[in-house]
């Protein structure tokens, strides 16, 4: 590690390989920040200055800390982490197994509240960490009867996040919650016949996450509900 990238901030993100985490990605490295990206395949990503490419599968929680001492190592310190991994299975909670509960709950919550753990101390150390979970507007309402079990785990990560917030409060880590509609990736297009036009662009969310992570301290936003289109809640 160079002396000019031991001064530069550190920021983990899931998922970031594709869609909207390499979205994100990409807004955080254009303005200076080294990306440390988990993704399932790190082997097929090009090596590129500006981040590294760790294995992260949201069920393997060997993997998770892997990554953020393979993070620590390659550059030294880590400022922020974005939870942007996530699925959805299209269930009713009548028609949802088990498996599809764990699934839901084991890679929407479960991963990110061990990360946000294993990422802790360092978050301290840097005296400004910041977290952001990319959750959704369906953790703030059910609007359709299949997206129930999905709901349910989305409002426990607004809920964690809010926890994280709470419990960083006093050592300098602000944490928020980022709850978009539809975005236009293939998740998004799979699920909705509206035109990827018309939907909220991975761009647009990458823009409003790096505001997030680059405010200061005394700026400490609990939540940001983003929508592609007008409805009677958001």
């Not at 990206?37 to 090009?46: K, L």
Request: aromatic share 6%; glycine share 8%; proline share 4%.
């Amino acid at each position: 590690m160079s002396l000019v990238e031991r001064d530069r901030r550190v920021v983990m993100v899931s998922g970031g390989a594709r869609g909207m985490g390499l979205s994100i990605a990409d807004e955080l490295a254009r303005a200076g920040w080294l990306v440390s990206v988990g993704c399932r395949r790190p082997e097929e990503q090009a090596a590129r200055d500006d981040r590294s490419f760790f294995r992260f599968d949201a069920l393997d929680p060997s993997s998770e800390r892997e990554w953020v001492d393979g993070t620590v190592e390659r550059f030294g310190r880590i400022d922020a982490v974005v939870h942007n991994a996530g699925i959805m299975i299209p269930v009713t909670v009548l028609e949802a197994s088990d498996a599809d509960f764990d699934a839901l709950f084991g890679i929407n919550v479960k991963s990110p509240m061990r990360l946000s753990r294993l990422a802790w101390p360092h978050l301290v150390a840097s005296g400004a960490g910041r977290i952001v979970t990319i959750a959704s507007l369906s953790g703030k309402r059910v609007r359709a009867d299949r997206s129930g079990v999905y709901a349910m785990s989305k409002f426990a990560a607004v809920a964690l996040a809010h926890a994280l917030r709470r419990a960083g409060s006093e050592v300098g880590i602000r944490s928020t919650a980022i709850c978009p509609g539809y975005v236009a990736t293939d998740m998004a297009t799979g699920l909705s016949s509206a035109a990827p036009e018309t939907m909220t662009q991975p761009g647009d969310l990458a823009r409003i996450v790096r505001t997030v992570i680059e405010l200061p301290t005394t700026a400490s936003i609990a939540e940001i509900p983003v929508n592609w289109t007008v409805e009677d809640a958001y």
